[in-house]
């Protein structure tokens, strides 16, 4: 049971690093254009803040048997972080008050779980206290991307929706699942299962609408995106 729980260790950690990747086009694109255009900031921050969380709650001292959560998240910190530093570099002024406040309010509820589960906390409580604040912010990640999929079926489009970040966030979902419920782990199998089952709705809705075009696909371009890991308010394309 332990090697299986390390090989889907393993294969998760492959699975959501090409998902912290897959903006790396879009953050290419605001470089070249020194300008964050109409994209947002939020997603980065909330990705960002589940990944301290969750790296946190991988820790040894926090819970067994699950450094594997921790190497990933604390790559997912790092890239994440680039991410935030650079559309903090690029964006109006006014969306950069807001972004720079609200990574000011990530990192001080990270900073309170921190010292809540350090100096007031032991053994399983701290187990339990972490593990709750890590699924909160997990579920909101993975849930970013229901107004995308009310997008498709709205406009029978699936210009907004790429199939490769649908099929990563399904496999990623799936994996980690499938690693929490071989280590008896609520924690990570209940939002990983979330996951799981929204990536495999975004899939059935690729297959359902990738060969329409058109009028449908035009109407699609007229509306707004928010994608699980950036907004898009333009009929460009999101990246």
């Known amino acids: 049971m332990y090697i299986l729980h390390l090989v889907f260790g393993v294969l998760g ?31 980065y921050i909330s990705t960002l803040l589940n990944c ?8 040894p001292f926090v819970s067994e048997h699950n450094l594997l959560v921790t190497t990933i998240n604390g790559t997912g910190t790092v890239i994440e972080s680039v991410y935030v530093v650079i559309f903090l570099i690029f964006a109006p002024k006014n969306v950069k008050v807001k972004i720079f406040g609200l990574l000011m309010m990530a990192l001080t509820v990270f900073s309170v779980v921190v ?11 701290r187990k339990l206290f972490c593990g709750f604040a890590a699924t909160i912010f997990s579920i909101c990640m993975y ?52 996951g ?5 709705l975004q899939l059935v809705l690729y297959f359902i609408y990738r060969d329409l075009r058109g009028n449908e696909a035009e109407d699609a371009s007229k509306g707004t ?9 333009k009929p460009q394309q999101y990246q």
Not at 13 to 29: E, I
Not at 115 to 125: D, N, R, T, V, W
Not at 225 to 233: F, I, R
């Open 143 to 194: 849930a970013s991307p229901l107004s995308v999929m009310r997008l498709v079926i709205k406009t029978k489009s699936v210009e907004f929706m790429p199939f490769f970040l649908s099929l990563f966030v399904f496999l990623c979902g799936s994996l980690w699942f499938i690693y929490g419920l071989l280590g008896n782990d609520p924690f990570i199998s209940v939002p990983n299962g979330f």
């Open 225 to 233: 995106v928010d994608a699980e890991l950036g907004l898009v308010h």
């Open 115 to 125: 010292l809540i589960s350090i100096f007031a906390l032991h053994g399983q409580s």
């Open 13 to 43: 950690n492959g699975a959501a690093l090409f998902l912290f990747l897959a903006p790396v086009v879009t953050y290419w694109r605001i470089i070249k254009k020194k300008s964050t255009e109409e994209f947002s900031g939020v997603p």
């Open 196 to 200: 799981c089952g929204l990536g495999a």
């Open 52 to 59: 301290l969380l969750s790296g946190w709650y991988g820790l």
